[in-house]
């Protein structure tokens, strides 16, 4: 098979409108519990609760590395899916994490008690590893869930609401865990944030039992396991199918170099800036709040001006703020409080474009009849991709050095000008990948410029009719 070949045509929803409309509220209800508890359990207050344990930058960047590395689960998954259905296998999937959070809770309260490496292990190592396995094989069933539920024309617009759900959420319990943190925070404050991680991911588990479809394929009924002769054919297959095997490519790459970013510039204003915990957090709001402000414009432009200009102009931009975030490594100035505020708030929102765009182009490249292999393979690969780049970078940092509060910061400069020039190769990939009714960037661009030029100009025209009456 040539890699333009076309496998077969993406179907529209069968669902109704009213149908899909309830859908997507219940599936928002989700995103919003579902996002304080991985706001906390996988975020800046996991990382912040590693180093009041006692880790290091390279174990940190391990466990960072688990929940990302474990979706390789999804291969796992994509067969469970098949025969149980989509909604089963996340309802399932997302309880049974859930209940993994509870020996984090105790881990706080025993340090001091146990040994450091214990407890880093015990109560945040393998709670952690457990969430993922679990995470990683219900995940599976995400995007094929979608995919039956919303139609192909909103799909754009349903993944910017979505981060928009999500980053109000995550902003707020930002918000909140920093206000309740503070300074130098005692361990009983870690306890109840991973108490209140636990209730949200219960609440998420109640909202998703109520979303409709997720049935199982009939076709599957009956039919034997799937051999792994066959699950390799399908991939076979994929990596020539052109329009995916870019896409794939390009995304891989893509993640690789930005992945990393976000978690380490928690350590790198917490030790190379000196802020205190609570400030780091409301720093890592606004990364958030960059997010919520722009996700559903983005979601509604993706749907009529295709995905591609806009992974140019957030992958762009993002090298743009790591190249600022590069100067103060290198010791060439400190950035004062409100700059960091405007490059966290920058970065969210083309971060959020970023993945708005991608999120849709992952099921548009997909041949249907391989939605659940084709998007498990690009889970995987992406998560794989995070990973690495999380222990690889963590160890790199712990070894060039880290922190160096007052001067030049070796590891951090060595990291972002890797991660700028990475993304910087992976626009030169997004040249090839194929979508044939997107505008171009310069097109997009010319949107985005003439919008509030309008809104202003429309604003005057109703002040003059105003003054004429």
């Given at each position: 098979m040539?890699?333009?070949?076309?496998?077969?045509?993406?179907?529209?929803?069968?669902?109704?409108?009213?149908?899909?409309?309830?859908?997507?509220?219940?599936?928002?209800?989700?995103?919003?519990?579902?996002?304080?508890?991985?706001t906390?359990?996988?975020?800046?207050?996991?990382?912040?609760?590693?180093?009041?344990?006692g880790?290091?930058?390279?174990?940190?960047?391990?466990?960072?590395?688990?929940?990302?590395?474990?979706?390789?689960?999804?291969?796992?998954?994509?067969?469970?899916?098949?025969?149980?259905?989509?909604?089963?296998?996340?309802?399932?999937?997302?309880?049974?994490?859930?209940?993994?959070?509870?020996?984090?809770?105790?881990?706080?309260?025993?340090?001091?008690?146990?040994?450091?490496?214990?407890?880093?292990?015990?109560?945040?190592?393998?709670?952690?590893l457990?969430f993922?396995?679990?995470?990683?094989?219900?995940?599976?069933?995400?995007?094929?869930?979608?995919n039956?539920?919303?139609?192909?024309?909103?799909r754009?617009?349903?993944?910017?609401?979505?981060?928009?759900?999500?980053?109000?959420?995550?902003?707020?319990?930002?918000?909140?865990?920093?206000?309740?943190?503070?300074?130098?925070?005692?361990?009983?404050?870690y306890?109840?944030l991973?108490?209140?991680?636990?209730?949200?991911?219960?609440?998420?588990?109640?909202?998703?039992?109520?979303?409709?479809?997720?049935?199982?394929?009939?076709?599957?009924?009956?039919?034997?396991?799937?051999?792994?002769?066959?699950?390799?054919?399908?991939?076979?297959?994929?990596?020539?199918?052109g329009?995916?095997?870019?896409?794939?490519?390009?995304?891989?790459?893509?993640?690789?170099?930005?992945s990393?970013?976000?978690?380490?510039l928690?350590?790198?204003?917490?030790?190379?800036?000196?802020?205190p915990?609570?400030?780091?957090?409301?720093?890592?709001?606004?990364?958030?709040?960059?997010?919520?402000?722009?996700?559903?414009?983005?979601?509604?432009?993706?749907?009529?001006?295709?995905?591609?200009?806009?992974?140019?102009?957030a992958?762009?931009?993002?090298?743009?703020?790591?190249?600022?975030?590069?100067?103060?490594?290198?010791?060439?100035?400190?950035?004062?409080v409100?700059?960091?505020?405007?490059?966290f708030?920058?970065?969210?929102?083309?971060?959020?474009?970023?993945?708005?765009?991608?999120?849709?182009?992952?099921?548009?490249?997909?041949?249907?009849?391989?939605?659940?292999?084709?998007?498990?393979?690009?889970?995987?690969?992406?998560?794989?991709?995070?990973?690495?780049?999380?222990?690889?970078?963590?160890?790199?940092?712990?070894?060039?050095?880290?922190?160096?509060?007052?001067?030049?910061?070796?590891?951090?400069?060595?990291?972002?000008?890797?991660?700028?020039?990475?993304?910087?190769?992976?626009?030169?990939?997004?040249?090839?990948?194929?979508?044939?009714?997107?505008?171009?960037?310069?097109?997009?661009?010319?949107?985005?410029?003439?919008?509030p030029?309008?809104?202003?100009?429309?604003?005057?025209?109703?002040?003059?009719?105003?003054?004429?009456?």
């Amino acid at each position: 098979m040539s890699r333009t070949t076309p496998i077969d045509p993406q179907p529209r929803s069968g669902f109704s409108r009213e149908e899909s409309a309830r859908a997507v509220r219940l599936l928002l209800t989700f995103q919003c519990f579902n996002a304080m508890m991985f706001t906390i359990a996988l975020g800046a207050p996991m990382v912040l609760l590693a180093r009041f344990l006692g880790a290091t930058e390279g174990i940190i960047g391990i466990l960072n590395a688990i929940p990302t590395g474990l979706v390789i689960m999804q291969l796992v998954g994509a067969g469970l899916v098949d025969r149980q259905g989509t909604r089963r296998i996340m309802v399932l999937g997302w309880f049974t994490r859930t209940i993994c959070i509870l020996p984090i809770i105790a881990a706080p309260l025993l340090a001091g008690r146990l040994p450091g490496d214990w407890l880093i292990v015990l109560g945040l190592g393998l709670p952690l590893l457990a969430f993922s396995f679990l995470r990683g094989i219900a995940t599976t069933a995400w995007l094929p869930w979608l995919n039956e539920l919303l139609p192909a024309t909103r799909r754009g617009r349903y993944f910017g609401t979505e981060q928009m759900v999500i980053n109000i959420s995550a902003f707020g319990t930002l918000l909140l865990c920093g206000w309740f943190l503070g300074e130098a925070p005692e361990a009983w404050r870690y306890s109840v944030l991973f108490l209140a991680c636990f209730f949200a991911g219960m609440m998420s588990v109640f909202i998703l039992r109520m979303v409709p479809g997720g049935r199982p394929d009939p076709a599957m009924h009956g039919q034997p396991r799937q051999r792994m002769g066959d699950r390799w054919r399908q991939m076979q297959q994929l990596l020539n199918y052109g329009p995916w095997f870019r896409t794939w490519r390009f995304i891989v790459i893509q993640v690789f170099a930005i992945s990393p970013v976000p978690m380490f510039l928690v350590l790198f204003l917490r030790d190379q800036l000196q802020l205190p915990e609570g400030i780091v957090l409301k720093m890592q709001a606004m990364m958030t709040l960059g997010v919520l402000l722009s996700a559903v414009a983005w979601g509604r432009l993706s749907d009529s001006a295709g995905s591609r200009p806009m992974l140019r102009i957030a992958g762009v931009s993002l090298i743009a703020v790591i190249s600022f975030w590069l100067f103060a490594a290198c010791g060439l100035f400190r950035p004062p409080v409100a700059l960091v505020v405007i490059a966290f708030l920058i970065y969210g929102m083309f971060q959020s474009m970023h993945g708005v765009a991608q999120a849709r182009m992952t099921i548009g490249c997909c041949p249907q009849r391989m939605i659940t292999i084709a998007t498990a393979i690009i889970g995987v690969s992406v998560s794989l991709a995070a990973a690495t780049a999380s222990i690889g970078w963590g160890f790199m940092l712990e070894r060039l050095g880290g922190a160096n509060p007052g001067g030049p910061a070796l590891g951090y400069a060595v990291m972002f000008l890797t991660c700028a020039g990475l993304s910087l190769a992976a626009q030169t990939m997004l040249t090839r990948v194929p979508e044939p009714r997107a505008m171009s960037a310069r097109r997009v661009l010319q949107v985005l410029y003439g919008w509030p030029v309008r809104v202003l100009a429309s604003l005057a025209a109703g002040n003059r009719r105003q003054d004429a009456e």
